[in-house]
């Protein structure tokens, strides 16, 4: 069998919310290896000196140096997508030839596309690895979503069920619900999928809190969640495995 080429990764961004989603985003691609993440521009530079980099994922605003100042002093810098949350700074980015330029909050179907922009199409794997949690981890597990302008943290486990609402979902957990500009898609990517199951194209929910099912919906604390018909011979097997 074919080895898949490893390409090493480093994070470099001041917010450990933003460095969590890359971290999970570059676990689902195989060919991506990460090697280690920095809080600013210094660490950052001393560990492109310590070891090679072929992918950067660099935030521009962060304190002492800036991501942008931060190319201008590399000789050979590796591939580099830039990840922000300020639109303002493209033109001067892509001034300084990076691969790709991410908005804040980055969709995972978006950061596909910057990865496959920056590192050869030919040796790029289409193949991306489900997401898995040991049950042990299953309570401590979180994400971050930018809500209402702050980032709020969400533990997986009181994650009741999502909703899609065109651009948005509506996460409903244990204390109250959540808001976010997010697709459904890039979602269920993030999730682990022994924990969370696609029953319908609006919604996604909690295997361990679903309270009662049929053929045609999923009850949910007193919410009935209907199964979509593209979706109802996947997430039938799975629920009949799960409870015998």
Known sequence: MERV?????????????????????????????????????????????????????????MPQITGIDMIGTLIQPPKIVLTTAFEQYAVQAFELDVADYLIKPIRFDRFLKAVMKALPDQELSPVIQPVMLPVETADHAFLYFRAERKMVKVFLNDIFYVESLKDYIKIHTAKGTVITKYTMASLEAMLPVNFFLRVHRSFLVALNKIDTYTQDEIEIQEKHIPIGKLYRHQVINILTSTSS
């Open 5 to 61: 080429k490893k390409y090493n990764c480093l994070i470099v961004d001041d917010e450990p919310p933003a460095r969590e989603v890359l971290r999970r985003y570059i676990a689902q691609i195989p060919m991506l290896n990460l090697v280690g993440e920095c809080g600013n521009a210094i660490q950052a530079l001393a560990a492109l000196k310590q070891q090679q980099i072929d992918l950067l994922f660099l935030d521009i605003q």
